[in-house]
């Protein structure tokens, strides 16, 4: 069926090193695809998105790569800063056929001073 | 541009009531959904509304209901609460259809069943 596998957390990197959070999707028709923030005791935020194959989403430093060949949308940041710090969901909407609007299991990132 | 709000920001219950939980999305915006989450599951999706319609249904309980007023408010009920319905509920619109250019989420309300 229709999935989004994050890699597990918590993530922990000291300010100003490289981010890198793994997400890939299984989807049967050709999804969109998110990255949702979540700071403690909010909702979540949408941070970047991409409709299509190789298109990349951007914003507030992070991004993210459509690939259809390896099926992935994987977010990147070259330098994390303290307030970064929270929990990133990846996401995938379909419109074919039964709508479906799936999240990850979210990834906890914690940046260290 | 005032966001997706959510009332009450809290709620403490006890087993067996029924609590309602409102949710006002973003002006203009006809799709609104909901989505329980909690620490063991994740992101659950519960329902979402277009234009009043309920056009989809999340695997829960007949015990949760919701729906979507004329003005696109929406809200959600759960009858006789139990403890594993404590948990955060997110609410969240979108300007298109089916969310494709992606939600807006309110703060969220998080229910205690006691």
């Known amino acids: 069926g229709d999935s989004v596998t994050q890699m597990e957390g918590p993530v922990t990197l000291s300010e100003e090193a490289f981010l890198t959070i793994n997400c890939t999707y299984t989807?049967?028709?050709?999804?969109?695809l998110f990255w949702y923030v979540q700071y403690p005791g909010e909702g979540l935020q949408l941070l970047l998105k991409a409709t299509k194959a190789d298109d990349k989403g951007s914003n507030k430093g992070f991004e993210a790569t459509y690939r259809k060949e390896t099926t992935s949308f994987h977010l990147e940041k070259g330098s994390v800063q303290v307030s970064d710090s929270a929990v990133y969901f990846c996401a995938l909407s379909l419109t074919s056929g039964t709508y479906k609007y799936i999240f990850g299991t979210g990834t906890r990132l914690k940046v260290l001073a | 541009k005032a966001g997706v709000t959510q009332t009450p920001r809290y709620l403490i219950k006890t087993r067996g009531q029924q609590v309602t939980l409102s949710c006002s999305p973003i002006?203009?915006?006809?799709?609104v959904s909901w989505y329980q989450q909690t620490p063991g599951q994740g992101l659950q999706f519960l329902f979402e509304y277009f234009s009043e319609t309920q056009r989809n249904k999340g695997n829960f309980p007949g015990r949760f209901s919701g729906r979507q007023f004329s003005n696109s408010r929406s809200e959600m009920n759960v009858s006789t609460l139990e403890l594993g319905d404590s948990a955060l509920y997110l609410c969240a619109s979108s300007a298109r259809d089916r969310g494709n250019y992606g939600y807006t989420f309110g703060s969220g309300t998080r229910l205690t069943v006691v």
């Open positions: 002006s203009g915006h006809r799709s």
């Open positions: 989807a049967t028709g050709y999804p969109s």
